[in-house]
C-alpha cells in the first residue's frame, strides 16, 4: 500500500522559478524524506524532516511538514535546468520507507 | 561514501528463465530492500531483510523470493520470470538516523525485460 502521494504529477517550468511539490499520506509517521531520481537512476536522498520539526533547509530546498493535514511540501528555489528530474515523499515504517508516485520536474533553460 | 551495486544495469531474460538480481552494499546496512517501479505506480516494495537470513515480505511478493546469506549482499530471484516482471528493480539498503529515522542509499536499478 501506498502511503504517501505527490502533487502535480507533473511541474514544468524555467530556470530560475521556484518549483513546488507536495506530498500526502495516510497514517501517523515519525519523519518524511524526499528523494530524487534522474531518469533511469537509482533515487537519492535528499532532505528528511522529523515530525516535531515543521521546517527545515538545506541549500535551495526547504520542507515543510504539517502533521495536522499529513502533509508536506518541497520547494527548490531559483531552479536550475539540471534540477529536472522525478521526485518523491517517502514516509518511514519501523523498518520500510513507503514511496508515492512522485512528481517528474522538468525546468528548461 | 556509501555505495549500493546492482550486478547489472541492463538484462534481457526470456519467460520461465530463473533470474537473479544481485545486490551488494558496503555499509554494514543492517537493513535491505528490493523495490520494483513502474510507470504510474512509483515504487512498490516486494521484499526487505533486516538481518542476515531473515526476511519479511513487502506490498508484491508473489513470483518472487529473496536470499540474505550474508549482511552485504541481498539477492531478488524471479522463481520463472514473467513478461509482467519486466520493470525497473531498486535495491536499497538504510541506516538508523535517530529518533526512528532511516536513511534509504539506493542502487543504480536494474531494468530488467523478459521476452
Known amino acids: 500500500s501506498q502511503q504517501g502521494e505527490e502533487d502535480p504529477q507533473a511541474l514544468s517550468i524555467q530556470e530560475g522559478e521556484n518549483a513546488t511539490m507536495n506530498c500526502s499520506y495516510k497514517t501517523s509517521i515519525n519523519n518524511l524524506q524526499w528523494y530524487r531520481q534522474n531518469s533511469g537512476r537509482g533515487l537519492v536522498h535528499l532532505i528528511l524532516?522529523?515530525?516535531?520539526?515543521r521546517e527545515k533547509h538545506s541549500g535551495r530546498l526547504r520542507v515543510t511538514l504539517d502533521t495536522s493535514k499529513k502533509s508536506s511540501s518541497l520547494l527548490i528555489t531559483a531552479s536550475r535546468a539540471a534540477d529536472t528530474a522525478s521526485y518523491f515523499c517517502a514516509t518511514v515504517g519501523y523498518s520500510t520507507l513507503t514511496f508515492g508516485k512522485g512528481t517528474m520536474l522538468l525546468v528548461s533553460p | 561514501d556509501v555505495k549500493v551495486t546492482q550486478s547489472s544495469r541492463y538484462l534481457v531474460k526470456r519467460t520461465g528463465e530463473k533470474v537473479f538480481l544481485e545486490c551488494v552494499q558496503d555499509m554494514d546496512h543492517e537493513n535491505m530492500f528490493w523495490y520494483r517501479q513502474d510507470p504510474g505506480l512509483g515504487l512498490r516494495l516486494i521484499y526487505f531483510?533486516?538481518?542476515?537470513?531473515?526476511?519479511e515480505k513487502g506490498d508484491i511478493p508473489e513470483g518472487y523470493s529473496v536470499s540474505r546469506e550474508k549482511k552485504e549482499r541481498f539477492s531478488l530471484i524471479l522463481e520463472s520470470a514473467s513478461t509482467n516482471q519486466t520493470s525497473m528493480y531498486l535495491c536499497a539498503s538504510s541506516v538508523r538516523t535517530g529518533k526512528g529515522g532511516l536513511e534509504a542509499f539506493f542502487g543504480q536499478g536494474t531494468r530488467l525485460t523478459v521476452v
Open positions: 524532516i522529523r515530525s516535531n520539526e
Open positions: 531483510s533486516y538481518d542476515v537470513k531473515m526476511k
